[in-house]
Structures are given as C-alpha cells and as structure tokens.
C-alpha cells in the first residue's frame, strides 16, 4: 500500500513546548557539572553547516567560538564527515593492542609536520582520547625521564579537569572540592602586558617577568636550584604559547625562547599544550613555530578530528619516549587509538596539506582584527584586541577603557545566545565564548573557513550585542 500523505512539520509553538519539556526533564536527570548551565536559559541545537548552527526553528547563530577552537574547519565538513562514514562501514571498532593503517598514517603526518616545523626534531606520538588524558601522560612521560613530579606552569593557564591536569593548571577552583594536591604546580606570572601582574609597561620594562623567573636559580638558599648538585626541583614547565583560557593572552616577542633557553640550561623538560592553538588556529599548524625554539613535548587534541571524534595525543623527542624508554603499558586507554578517530583526523590532516592555511588564516585574522579594532573606537568599553592568525580577543572594560567589566562580556554572551539579533528582517544568534582571568575577554575562535562576508556580519553582530548589553549593565 502506498500514500502520498506527508509528515506536517512541527510549528513553532509545539516546538518550544517540546522544549520546555526536555528542559525540564533534564533539569531532574542531567548533572550540572558541565558547562551548559553557564546560559540562563540552557540553548537547545539541531543542525549545522559551516560556520553556523542551527536550532529547532531553523534560526541560524554565527558560531564565534567553534566548540573551544575544536571544529576549524566548519560544521558539517563533508570531507571529514565522509571519511568517518567510510570509516564505519569498514573498520569501525578495533581495540587498541592490534594495529590498523590509518594510525600509522596519522602519526606519521604529525611527525612530519613537527619535523618540518621543528628544524628535523625526531620524535613519536602516542594517542589518547581528551585533552586532560593527553596532558596525563605528557606527566607520566616527565616523571619517568626525570623522576620528579614538581611542575611548573603559568598563572592563568588552563590543562584540563582531571585530577592530574587540575594540579597544573592554576585556577583553584578546579582543585577545591577534590581534596588534596601534594604534587600542585608551582605557578609563575604570564607575561600578560595588558595587566601586567609587576605594574609595568612592555616599552620600558626590558623583560622583567622573565628575570624574575632567572633570579630564582641565582643560588641555593632562595630559589629552584640546588648548585652543588646541578638540578632543579622541577621536571617540566607546562606552557601555552597563548594562554586558551585565560583570554587568548599572547606574550611579548622574545619571550619564549628566553624560556626556553633557561630551562634548557637547568634541565627542565618544556612541554607545550597546543590543545586550543594547533591546527592552524594561529596561522601556524602549531602556535610553538611561531617561536624560535623547539619543545620537548607537544600535546595536542580537540580540531585533530574536527570535533567529529575525540581523539588526542602527545608528540616527544625520541630521547623521552623511545621504546626503551617508554615501553609498552607506560599509559592506557581503550579507546586511545580509535580507528574513527584516526581516520577522520587523517582526512584532517590531508586537508591541511592541500590548502594554504598558513597564508588564509594570516589574512583572514588581520582582517577581523581590522573589525574589531573598529568596534573599539566605537566603544570605549574595549579595553584590548589582539590576535595572532584567528585567534582574537575583546577585553571587555569600563569606560575607563582598563577596568574589567565582567559583567557586560556575560550579557553579550547571553544577548547572543537568546537568538533576537534582527539582520536584515530576520533574527539570529551569536554563539560567544568568555575567557579571562576576571572572566571579561570575549574569545574569537571562528571557523578557519570563515568567509570575508561572515566576518564583516560577524562584526556586525557584535556591535549589537555589545550596544544592547550596554543598555542592561
């Protein structure tokens, strides 16, 4: 039997109704232990494509923030999504003791890529499944080349939630409820010129963050440095070449390698998360190339499958992580090595190889670093932009143009979830991030595909949230 009869779609109506519903379903059945309920009203969402995503309506909301800088290459990329089908249809589970090829492929392309980025360093990668998985064994891989278990890492820096990770990254209110950190991070001021944590200014201050990190190895009875033995009591020094977190802070020229040439001297491994900041998110495939200096280590996670697959890992020099050093069983997960994961970041990485990320997002950044730095004579309420590749910021201020006002980042980021921006007859949203040590940096982590004509809407759109924002606060 046969009938030509269609499924009506649902009205606007019922679809909120349904919503309410689920809202209050989930409001007795899902924790709230994660970030959605930083919204007043928890944003339900129902397709995507691009640079967009959509909700139940069909409403369209310009995604400023890409899931944390997870999905560089757009929503919906059929590439990477045909290649995780593909996937599925052939070898769509695998458990991690055997091997499959695209694994192997895939770890040779970042090797390749960190050895072309990094002056011919030999190294190895090891898959894990999240960011905070791959910093654990990042930890792992300090503590059994070096025996210590001291850390050091900045003020403002973020690693992750697990337990590991939260000892190294600086905020407490990661660690408070979870009892004890004997192995907490020793955490050192980042040089965050806007703010400078030591009261000066970056044309006169000749680097004085980075002597007030010498002066502790000086001698043995006030810093880290024990002279008669020759050694630090720390291991490594967790770095990001910009802070994620804490606001898309980016250091002043000079300064890394500075670092990276006293923990070379003293024997402190340097490990570098580019979790938020690889794959091309600075104009770079990793933010450390833009530094005249080569890690120790490289984590990274998150764009690696487009946000399609959790997938994440950690490359190190051959003298920390060869098999002798680092043998089988030095760290596990089930699902480490994922043959979705590999495959879809494989695709990932074929996509990079082909285009010139390097010159379009360079480009693509300056120009919406143009556009905000026009909002910000406009509003005297943006205190600072900066930005490398697309990567940018909006410290949001008081009139006096300094002070934080964190208060004002928060409703724009609510003005833009609540989807009423009016653009030539039609409403749409604004998905935002907030950053920033006192939570009032507007972070911009758009697509890399992002498109000129979205960029200038994109300015468009925050000048409305950040003029009705104004109205409220």
Known sequence: MTTNATVEPKSSDEITKEEDALLEVESEVCSYGDTVHYAERPQ?????????LYDSHKKPFLDLQMWYSAVNLGYANKRVNDALKNQVDKLPQLACQYLHKEKVQLAEKIVTSIKRGFKGQKGRVHFNVGGAQ?????????????????????EGGYHGRTLGASAITSSYRYRENYGEFGDRAEFVPFPYCFRCPYGKTVDSCEMF?????????????????????????????????IQGTGGYIQAPKGYFEALAKICKERGILLIDDEIQMGFFRTGKLWAFEHINATPDALVFGKALTNGLNPLSGIWAKEELIAPEKFGPGSTHSTFSSNSLGTATGLEVMKIFEEGD??????????????????LQKRHKEIGDVDGKGLALRMEMCEADGYT????????????????????????????????????????????????????DLAAKLLDMVLTESKKVV
Not at 44 to 52: A, I, L
Request: charged share 30%.
């Open 134 to 154: 791959a910093v654990e064994d990042a930890l792992k891989l300090v503590r059994k080349h070096t025996g210590k278990s001291r850390m050091l890492a900045f």
């Open 357 to 374: 990320y390097e010159k379009s997002v360079t480009e693509k950044g300056a120009y919406f670093l143009e556009l905000i730095k026009e």
């Open 44 to 52: 339900f969402f129902d397709t995507c494509e691009g640079s967009y």
């Open 404 to 455: 934080a006002n964190r208060k004002l980042a928060d409703r724009m980021f609510q003005i833009g979830l609540e989807g009423n921006l009016l653009v030539n007859g039609k409403r749409m949203g604004l998905v935002l991030d907030i950053g920033g040590y006192f939570k009032n940096v507007v972070t911009l982590a758009p697509s890399l595909e992002i498109t000129r004509e979205e960029m």
């Open 209 to 241: 963050c980075i002597q007030q990190i010498e002066r502790k190895f000086d001698h043995e009875y006030t810093g880290w440095w024990n002279p008669k033995t020759n050694k630090s009591e720390f291991g490594a020094f967790f770095v990001e070449v």
